[in-house]
């Protein structure tokens, strides 16, 4: 044991070549991004299908736009937390390292995080609906009401999966490869109920990884996951890059 990780885990991070951080609303939730199930949380007080999926916005574009826009100017305003700079000092630490986030917040590569697979999209992005081009919060926050696209006249949107969409190809089969080619796979502050990002966790155990769990609470994984630390992202991930770096560097 050294603090409070088991002599296997740690062993296991000094053989791997490559770890793998899967990571939900949770990590985000000390930077004060609520999550989305569970007390307090997104869906418990909106429905998703009136606000985050293709037809809403269709039905009710000024609805879901403002709604866009109001969590755009609040991400803009919080700061990665301690978690998400563990995050980035553990991808200096291994060969092979990738964040694999359900987050739409950007706060893993805000804080420094190089390789970053976005399963569901960035809300710092937009595109337009009709031709595609692509714009960036400070244009479309300075139009008022939906943005229009200058090319095409079109609604210019976020650019984040909605329920009933694809995830995008690329990022996801770059996850897939991160969640088979990982030694130890890490998931963190994820209810792990949303497929297919859900499925990661377990594509990574059947390729061989050690499957850790980070959470204040179980989850469906925590019963297929090889070691269960319960607490919070921003507690716990600190911890373990020092613990790493101790086991590394054995202190006199
Ligand atoms: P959820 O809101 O479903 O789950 C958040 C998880 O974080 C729960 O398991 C909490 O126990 C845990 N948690 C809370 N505080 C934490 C903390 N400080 N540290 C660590 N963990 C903490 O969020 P996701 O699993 O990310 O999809 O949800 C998955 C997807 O469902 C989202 O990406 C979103 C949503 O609908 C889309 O928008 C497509």
Same mark, same amino acid.
């Given at each position: 044991m050294r603090g409070r990780f088991s002599d296997r885990l740690l @062993?296991?991070?000094m053989e791997a070549d490559w770890v793998t951080a899967f990571t939900g609303a949770g990590v985000s939730a000390e930077s004060g991004v609520p999550t989305f199930r569970g007390t307090g949380g997104i869906w418990a007080r909106f429905k998703p299908e009136e606000l985050a999926s293709m037809d809403a916005f269709m039905r009710n574009p000024d609805l879901?736009?403002?709604?866009? $826009?109001? %969590?755009? %100017?609040?991400? !803009?305003?919080? =700061?990665?937390?301690? @978690?998400?700079? $563990?995050?980035?000092?553990?991808?200096?630490?291994f060969a092979g390292? !990738?964040?694999?986030? =359900?987050?739409?917040?950007?706060?893993?590569r805000r804080a420094g995080s190089a390789t970053v697979h976005e399963l569901h999209g960035n809300i710092e992005r937009n595109y337009c609906i009709g031709c595609g %081009? %692509?714009?960036?919060?400070?244009?479309?926050?300075? =139009?008022?009401g939906v943005p229009r696209c200058t090319e095409c006249g079109k609604a210019v949107r976020p650019d984040v999966v909605w329920f009933g969409e694809q995830l995008p190809l690329e990022e996801w089969e770059r996850s897939v490869r991160a969640a088979q080619s990982a030694d130890v796979f890490l998931s963190i502050g994820t209810s792990g109920i949303?497929?297919? $990002? $859900?499925?990661l966790p377990q594509i990574s155990r059947r390729s061989g990884a050690y499957l850790v769990e980070i959470n204040p609470e179980?989850?469906?994984?925590?019963?297929? !996951?090889?070691?269960?630390? =319960? @607490?919070?992202s921003a507690t716990i991930l600190p911890l373990l890059v020092k613990a790493i770096e101790e086991t590394r560097t054995p202190q006199g």
């Open positions: @062993g296991k991070l879901v736009w403002e709604w866009y $826009a109001h %969590r755009k %100017r609040i991400i !803009a305003e919080v =700061q990665p937390n301690p @978690g998400h700079v $563990a995050l980035a000092q553990m991808e200096l630490l390292f !990738a964040v694999i986030t =359900q987050n739409i917040d950007n706060l893993h %081009r %692509r714009y960036s919060n400070a244009e479309v926050l300075a =139009q008022k949303v497929y297919p $990002a $859900a499925s179980p989850t469906p994984l925590t019963d297929i !996951a090889d070691e269960f630390l =319960q @607490g919070t």
